[in-house]
């Protein structure tokens, strides 16, 4: 094989690979691509390769996608294998059987690599799953927060991290592992959502903080791993909160992803920046980074606006250059600057 048609698959390769371990919908693979690269000589071991990236996967072997996405992929990758008239592959065909006689968990996976070499596995459950991908996606905003996050790794190192709306935690376990923050909190409202946070920091090695208001030791005195953040996670209501509360997490920065998605959680999240903004008085001003997709223009202008009734400098970030997740990119992604 040429250098540059060898270049050419293992791109193909790593868009296979990303895109299953996240369980991305099935329509989103570059299938068209592989058909092409199918009809050379070396399709067969390229479908080979695919299965090992995929279904046979270390991460997919220990934290699985659902049953039913499993049998969708390998179902699609055979009808490929077949449209080029090929020999049958055993390897597929044996595959495609253990997923046929598998029964559907509960729970299943997605996961995601990062420039380290090591991962985020979130898990999630089988029971919002149609269309080829799970319900409870990590949104665009999400990812495409974490990619700016891994960019700028110097605005979490040695720093205490509040994320608003954390969902199922993509973007904070991200920063626990590659940026050295040296706490951070996840937040939510919603009890499911905090009990699937707790379960997946835990999944992905870290370790949880029973209180986050917990007076932290003199740096002198701390025997935690210094490489290792001091994690929680916290009930927080927008709506509810008061100035106390708030004051008692300390945080150096705060991040929000795809929070403003109605004029409802536009306000909410406002007035939750402006009691946070009260906290810091006298103290040094407060950045937060608020990534989202542009749904209704009307609804970001809404927050702006806010953001102006309340005194809060805001500026729009310009666009990162990595892309490192698989996501919509012909979804408009911004993230806003604040200083509170």
């Known amino acids: 094989m040429a250098p540059e048609e060898s270049e050419e698959a293992a791109r193909l390769l790593r868009?296979?690979?990303r895109r299953f371990l996240a369980a991305r919908a099935l329509r989103s693979f570059?299938?068209?691509n592989l058909e092409e690269k199918l009809r050379d000589s070396s399709g067969s071991e390229l479908l080979l390769d695919i299965l090992q990236k995929t279904v046979k996967h270390p991460l997919c072997v220990k934290h699985p996608p659902s049953v039913k996405y499993t049998r969708g992929f390998l179902s699609e990758l055979i009808r490929k294998h077949e449209a080029v008239h090929a020999e049958p592959l055993d390897?597929?065909?044996?595959?495609?059987?253990?997923?046929l006689t598998a029964e559907e968990r509960t729970r299943c996976h997605r996961s995601y690599l990062l420039p380290s070499g090591d991962s985020v596995t979130l898990s999630e459950s089988t029971a919002i799953i149609s269309h080829g991908t799970t319900g409870l996606v990590t949104w665009n905003a999400a990812l495409y927060l974490t990619e700016w996050a891994l960019e700028h790794p110097a605005a979490f190192t040695h720093r205490t991290v509040l994320e608003l709306g954390s969902g199922a935690g993509l973007t904070?376990?991200?920063i626990c592992k590659m940026c050295r923050p040296r706490a951070y909190i996840f937040s939510d409202c919603h009890s499911r959502v905090l009990e699937q946070l707790r379960g997946n920091v835990l999944l992905n090695g870290l370790s949880l903080e029973p209180d986050v208001t917990a007076p932290v030791q003199h740096p002198g005195h701390d025997t935690r791993d210094p490489e290792s953040p001091r994690v929680t996670v916290a009930w927080l209501d927008w709506d509810v909160v008061t100035v106390p509360?708030?004051?008692a997490f300390q945080p150096d920065i705060v991040i929000a992803a795809d929070v403003l998605y109605s004029p409802e959680?536009?306000?909410s999240l406002a007035g939750v920046?402006?009691?946070l903004?009260?906290?810091r008085e006298d103290q040094q001003a407060l950045e937060a980074y608020v990534a989202f997709t542009v749904r209704n223009p009307e609804t970001c202008q809404l927050f702006t606006a806010e953001l102006g009734r309340a005194g809060i400098q805001w500026e729009t970030e310009p666009r990162h250059d990595q892309k490192l997740f698989p996501y919509d990119e012909q979804s408009e992604t911004a993230i806003l600057k604040l200083t509170l």
């Open 30 to 32: 570059p299938w068209q």
């Open 265 to 267: 959680t536009a306000l």
């Open 15 to 17: 868009s296979f690979e």
């Open 277 to 279: 903004s009260a906290c």
């Open 172 to 174: 904070g376990l991200a």
């Open 91 to 99: 390897e597929l065909y044996e595959a495609l059987a253990e997923v």
């Open 273 to 275: 920046l402006r009691r």
């Open 245 to 247: 509360q708030l004051a």
